[in-house]
């Protein structure tokens, strides 16, 4: 199992929610607002940054995986002035 984080820009939540749903991926956590700044313009919530992120997290196996790289990689390039990243570890479920 991989945990998968993906921090995205407010302005592409839409398409991210209609990309994951076309792709039957409906399990994830998500926390809202979050700020801060990484490779695009700072998204703090504030009067001189407004626009805020958003961070999901996913708990997935190998093709959902692959499904969730393939939605990153394409809004990436739709939407090259936006910020996403993605990042993966190995996830073990307590029992």
């Not at 991926?25 to 626009?51: E, H, R, Y």
């Not at 990689?73 to 307590?94: C, Q, T, W, Y």
């Amino acid at each position: 199992m991989k945990r998968i984080e993906i921090i995205i820009s407010r302005a592409l939540d839409e398409e991210f929610i209609e990309l994951l749903e076309t792709h039957d991926i409906n399990q994830f956590t998500a926390i809202n607002p979050v700020t801060g700044k990484g490779c695009s313009l700072p998204k703090m919530g504030d009067d001189v940054w407004p626009q805020t992120n958003k961070l999901y997290i996913f708990y997935v196996e190998e093709k959902q995986k692959e499904l969730l790289s393939i939605i990153v990689n394409k809004l990436r390039v739709e939407f090259p002035d936006e910020g996403i990243s993605a990042f993966i570890v190995d996830a073990v479920e307590l029992q």
